[in-house]
């Protein structure tokens, strides 16, 4: 797999540094990014050399589309977006791909039950022998299946709804390795996939409309000073920028808001997931067996469920899902999960076995209801990004995939006529080109949405997530859930809402509640949290700015405001164990709030959880972060 740097990206690609450029480039977005560094540099007391060096010009590409994020919906658009040029446009258009995992699939976690349907239609001529087209060693046939109910030391059995059945038709895979094979396969057809390179902002025009994107700027210290490793971001214009950045991504966070695209639309609600990957005793793998499971150790209050799939050689991921609408601020995901494994439903499966991985990361629960506008002008919400996840399946990456497609289709339409880039010698001709072009409005896009495979299975489940929501309560919501996914399949004349509130502003305080005692974790079969953290490769330079933002980074202030109401809410929702109260006698409150960011593994869930909605998740440096295996 391709390591690139920001500096060998440079390198690698064509570039034009010009002060006239630079300024134009910027738009109308110029002045708010030079009064951050403004503020930055007052702050760092930085000499001039230093303030000449952040501020220098950045290095800037044209190219038709650019995809931010690697993962299942980056790269489903990216191939198909360059199969559709290879073979009816001129084998020119540049594709490129931004990740911020040093690796493709580094970051990706899923659980994951991928349905064979979406690669089929992705690569039709790919042969296959076992059912979907992917290597053998990366995909293990369901061919046993159970849905339990967990209740004390029980498991019971509950009928499967068909549209959930995985036996005989659905692959158990590590996401993770499958996004690694994307990569090649992209690289194959001539994407342009660049790993290591976070994209920090949107560049939008005169007109408001999206440009291209800017990397983030690397090598620069806690205190905002260039160290020698400083490298510059860089720009990229695109005729369209696509976001499929997953789950509750920072730059589709701020497309959301400056588009309005959830207008008339339910805001977005998210579940936390969180796995382990366990080598099993012989005697306990069960190779293409899956199982769901409801119940313990979550509370009627509560939506979520666990699994456990059987694959590879020996191999056995198990996690849990949490609904982060629980309005209990003593509930800790990561707890719940520790404590599910000692269900002897899990634990007999995993006794003498050997954790070899851990991963977490947010997921949209929102369905049909809570999918935005999905373009803007100059670009594209694809994937999780758009928040097309079936909660009841548990499956997202076939409609990431699929509406990837969509969003080529529609994408190689819109400009395929224009001119090639490549052709154009000149840079400051490329500028006044792509200033001269018309912004692109993908409406097509939507429209085709409204018309697909992804609609009809999100509107056909559409009541389901909600009905737990609701007055009905768990067992309200699983019976409710039981008879539309049984008999009714969403064939109803209702469309059930979600809380008004969002997962952060629904916590009640925790005055009303009793703190959980959690079992104290083992060491064998449940871990303490810094051990779990060992197992996600997590890193970010300890002289970094912090990427987890809070209103003037004042620790204490931030604890007066939500310590004394949810007793560190924020302690207990994080799964990496990046946040914690500490004693701090010149706090009014006693404590103060301590960020331990290094730790962090990109979940996203502090970004949705806190209960004011005054913690935000910044892209950090390119390549930071976890490097997942297995997940
Ligand atoms: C615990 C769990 C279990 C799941 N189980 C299943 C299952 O069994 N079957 C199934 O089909 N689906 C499952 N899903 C859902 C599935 O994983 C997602 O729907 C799918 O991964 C979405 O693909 P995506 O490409 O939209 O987003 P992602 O897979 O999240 O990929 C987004 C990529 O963008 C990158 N990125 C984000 N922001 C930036 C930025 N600013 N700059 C550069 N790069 C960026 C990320 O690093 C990541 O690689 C599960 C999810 C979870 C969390
Ligand atoms: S700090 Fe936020 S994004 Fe990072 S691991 Fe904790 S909750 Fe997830």
Request: aromatic content about 10%; charged content about 25%; overall charge neutral.
């Amino acid at each position: 797999m391709i390591k690139f740097t920001n500096e060998n990206l440079i390198r690698g690609i064509r570039m034009t540094i010009s002060a006239k450029s630079r300024h134009l480039a910027l738009g109308t977005d110029m002045t708010r990014k030079f009064s951050l560094s403004c503020r930055f540099l007052n702050k760092a007391n930085l000499t001039e050399e230093e303030k000449e060096l952040l501020n220098e010009p950045r290095a800037r590409d044209y190219v038709d589309v650019c995809i931010v994020g690697g993962g299942p919906a980056g790269l489903a658009t990216a191939i198909k977006l360059k199969q559709l040029d290879n073979s009816s446009g001129t084998g020119q258009l540049r594709v490129v791909v931004l990740e911020k995992s040093s690796v493709l699939g580094g970051q990706t976690v899923s659980g994951a039950i991928l349905e064979p349907g979406v690669w089929k239609e992705l690569f039709p001529d790919e042969k296959s022998d076992i059912g979907i087209p992917l290597p053998k060693e990366l995909a293990t046939l369901v061919t046993k299946e159970h849905l339990k109910f967990l209740k004390g030391k029980w498991a019971i059995s509950v009928p499967e709804p068909s549209q959930m059945i995985n036996k005989g038709r659905n692959y158990i895979v590590s996401l993770n390795q499958v996004v690694g094979y994307l990569g090649e396969k992209a690289e194959e057809v001539g994407v342009e996939v660049y790993p290591g390179i976070a994209v920090s902002d949107l560049i939008y025009d005169e007109n408001n409309a999206v440009k291209g994107v800017i990397t983030k700027d690397a090598g620069i210290s806690k205190s905002g000073k260039p160290k020698e490793t400083f490298e510059r971001g860089m720009e990229f214009w695109a005729r369209q920028t696509v976001l499929a950045e997953g789950c509750h991504g920072s730059l589709t966070k701020q497309a959301l808001a400056k588009y309005d695209l959830r207008k008339g639309r339910q805001h977005q609600t998210y579940g936390l997931g969180i796995k382990e990957v366990w080598e099993v005793k012989p005697e306990n793998f069960n190779k293409g067996f899956a199982a769901h499971t409801m119940g313990y150790p979550l509370t009627n209050d509560v939506y979520g469920g666990g699994f456990q799939y059987h694959f590879g050689d020996g191999l056995v991921t198990v996690g849990l899902v949490v609904g982060l609408d629980y309005k209990n601020p003593y509930v800790s995901p990561y707890k719940e999960f520790q404590k599910m494994k000692h269900h002897p439903y899990y634990s007999k499966v995993l006794e003498g076995g050997k954790c070899i991985a851990y991963a977490a990361r947010a997921l949209n629960e929102g369905g049909l209801q809570s999918v935005p506008k999905l373009n803007f002008p100059g670009g594209v919400l694809v994937g999780a990004s758009a928040g097309f996840m079936n909660v009841p399946k548990i499956k997202g990456t076939h409609t990431a995939m699929k509406s990837g497609l969509l969003a080529a289709e529609s994408i190689f339409e819109s400009i395929k006529g224009l001119p090639v880039l490549e052709e154009v010698e000149d840079e400051d001709a490329k500028m006044a080109m792509f200033d001269k072009e018309a912004t692109i409005n993908l409406e097509s896009y939507e429209s085709a949405f409204k018309e697909s495979s992804i609609y009809k299975e999100l509107y056909e489940v559409r009541n389901i997530r909600p009905s737990f929501s609701g007055k009905l309560g768990g067992y309200g919501g699983m019976i409710y859930s039981g008879i539309d996914s049984l008999i009714l399949k969403g064939k109803v004349p209702w469309t059930l809402k979600f809380d008004e509130k969002n997962d952060g502003e629904i916590l009640e305080p925790a005055s009303k509640y009793k703190p959980i005692e959690y079992p104290k974790p083992d060491g064998v079969i449940s871990f303490d949290i810094l051990t779990s953290v060992s197992r996600t490769g997590t890193y970010h330079d300890d002289d970094e700015p912090c990427h987890l933002r809070v209103p003037g980074q004042d620790m204490v202030k931030y604890a007066e405001r939500s310590f004394p109401v949810w007793k560190g809410v924020e302690s207990r929702f994080c799964p990496a164990g990046v946040y914690e109260f500490v004693k701090d006698e010149k706090s009014p409150v006693g404590t103060r709030l301590q960020i331990n960011s290094q730790n962090c593994i990109h979940c996203k869930t502090c970004d949705i959880k806190a209960p004011r909605q005054d913690i935000t998740w910044k892209v950090p440096e390119g390549g930071d972060g976890p490097k997942y295996t297995l997940t």
